[in-house]
Nanobody, 123 residues
Framework: QVRLVESGGGLVQAGDSLRLSCAAFGDFATYAMGWYRQTPGKQREFVAAISWNSDSTHYADSVKGRFTISRDNAKNMGYLQMTNLKPEDTAVYYC?????????????????WGQGTQVTVSS
């Protein structure tokens, strides 16, 4: 069992940077983790994923080159560094975890979800 708690969201201007954190409670080190986001009226959208040992990462095309996912298993923490933020990045961002990074990235299987943190980017 893994419990995920996001933090770091907020209101920023276009072009700014923001780092989201995900504190994990439980057997975090054995799970792949990732980030999804959702805006009202839309389906949740894949953002980024990282394998349990950080040897593979995956990104949505819309964030490649701007966002970086990372994790620190010793601290049971995951991160999403977001740079050059755009108004279209505005969403609730969710930290997720699953045993399989590929299935997580495709949205086929996501075992654990956090409660979400709001990111708002003004133009």
């Amino acid at each position: 069992q893994v419990r995920l708690v996001e933090s770091g969201g907020g209101l920023v201007q276009a072009g700014d940077s923001l780092r989201l954190s995900c504190a994990a409670f439980g057997d975090f080190a054995t799970y792949a983790m990732g980030w999804y986001r959702q805006t009202p009226g839309k389906q949740r959208e894949f953002v980024a994923a990282i394998s349990w040992n950080s040897d593979s990462t995956h990104y949505a095309d819309s964030v490649k080159g701007r966002f970086t996912i990372s994790r620190d298993n010793a601290k049971n923490m995951g991160y999403l560094q977001m740079t050059n933020l755009k108004p279209e990045d505005t969403a609730v961002y969710y930290c997720v975890a699953d045993p399989m990074v590929g299935l997580l990235a495709l949205g086929i299987q996501i075992t654990f979800w956090g409660q979400g943190t709001q990111v708002t980017v003004s133009s």
